[in-house]
């Protein structure tokens, strides 16, 4: 991640956090495979046995949606922020972001073209949807390969039992994260929370709430159609 010369604005620090956390998301959420039997397993106490089934809870599932806080702080000026949000992700190119309420920022794709809306900026810039790097495109590229990209590490249990799991996971190869942390409610393995340590230290937090897992999304939800007074930038050309 590039250093910043000068303090970035809060608005900045949503965009890269919206930009990101679009990436992150996808990649925890929509993991794929390995199948399980039906009936409900024995809870898992070792990583080796965690991993499997948290990955098939997503096998198969097209769309996710779910709100959201997201708290983070500029690692420049110490300023922390917290704002909510929705994400609604749909395999394998499309998802929605927003913040704020009204609406601050959103970072829409329907897999092809990107939409990234600032209110205060009174902009939405219309460029293509790249799919490399850390991208979105790429991650969902990656889907299945946990184990190969991360070094995965479970936190011990507790006294008293908590009813979550928490797994650490470190990039193999070095990127503008250097660690992801995962708090997985038992039973279920639903996300309950996603912690990012950037490589400047800057730790950003979304905490879920009401998370669904398949059904269907409009399509009308992976579009952005510009405010009144709002310019529009296209890149696309």
């Known amino acids: 991640m590039k250093m910043w010369s000068k303090p970035p604005s809060r608005l900045e620090v949503l965009l890269r956090s919206l930009r990101s956390l679009a990436a992150a998301a996808l990649v925890v959420l929509v993991a794929a495979p390995a199948a399980v039997s039906a ?35 500029n690692p420049a000026t110490g300023v ?15 998802y929605r972001m927003e913040m704020g309420l009204p609406l601050t920022t959103a970072l829409v794709s ?38 190969e990209l ?6 011990p249990p507790t006294t008293p039992p908590k009813p979550f799991y928490v797994v650490s996971l470190k990039p193999k190869v070095a ?28 730790v950003t937090k979304m905490t879920f709430n009401g998370m669904v897992l398949g059904g269907d999304i409009p399509d009308t939800q992976f579009t952005f159609k510009a405010p009144p007074g709002v310019t529009v930038v296209n890149q696309m050309q």
């Open 175 to 202: 990127g503008a994260y250097k660690q992801i942390d995962l708090t997985l409610k038992k039973q279920t393995y639903t996300l309950q929370e996603l912690v990012l340590t950037d490589v400047t230290g800057g």
């Open 39 to 73: 009936a409900p397993p024995a809870e898992p106490k070792t990583l080796a046995e965690l991993l499997p089934l948290v990955q098939a809870t997503y096998k198969g599932v097209t769309a996710i949606r779910s709100d959201f806080v997201q708290s983070a702080k």
């Open 150 to 155: 991360f070094d995965a590490t479970l936190a």
């Open 110 to 147: 329907d897999g092809t073209t990107q939409w990234v809306y600032s209110a205060p900026a009174k902009q939405v810039t219309m460029q293509k949807e790249l799919g490399t790097g850390a991208g979105p495109v790429q991650l969902i590229d990656d889907l299945g390969r946990l184990s």
């Open 80 to 94: 922390e922020f917290k704002e909510s949000g929705r994400i609604l992700l749909e395999r394998p190119r499309k």
